[in-house]
């Protein structure tokens, strides 16, 4: 059975940071990409990052592109979000998921992806 944990979420005030985790089990985490999602109250689920299987390729969103980064330690089966210049507008639940397939691209749609964390909560706020 896949499973997806995340972790880090909280509340932090505008300018600060968060490191969110992602623990994978029970799929040889190696071969997939890895995405980070979020949605806020009243809106879609939206990409935020993306990690090819293989380290070296990384995809962001234009809305967190040089405030977000997105790393992988496949030996202990973890996908991390780091979150620094952290706004308001940043205020969501954050998901990871893996990907169907070991694509060459990384993929930005939400369909593309199989397996889901339950989520953690961020809240950007003063």
């Known amino acids: 059975q896949v499973q997806l944990v995340e972790s880090g979420g909280g509340l932090v005030q505008p300018g600060g940071s968060l490191r969110l985790s992602c623990a994978v089990s029970?799929?040889?985490?190696?071969?997939?990409?890895m995405g980070w999602f979020r949605q806020a109250p009243g809106k879609e689920r939206e990409f935020v990052a993306g990690i090819r299987w293989s380290v070296g390729l990384t995809r962001y969103a234009d809305s967190v592109k040089g405030r977000f980064t997105i790393s992988r330690d496949n030996a202990k089966n973890t996908v991390y979000l780091q979150m620094d210049s952290l706004k308001p507008e940043d205020t969501a639940v954050y998901y990871c998921?893996?990907?169907?397939?070991?694509?060459?691209?990384?993929?930005?749609?939400?369909?593309?992806?199989?397996?889901w964390g339950q989520g953690t909560q961020v809240t950007v706020s003063s």
């Open positions: 998921a893996t990907d169907r397939t070991a694509r060459l691209g990384i993929a930005t749609q939400d369909g593309a992806y199989d397996y």
């Open positions: 029970g799929r040889t985490f190696s071969n997939y990409n």
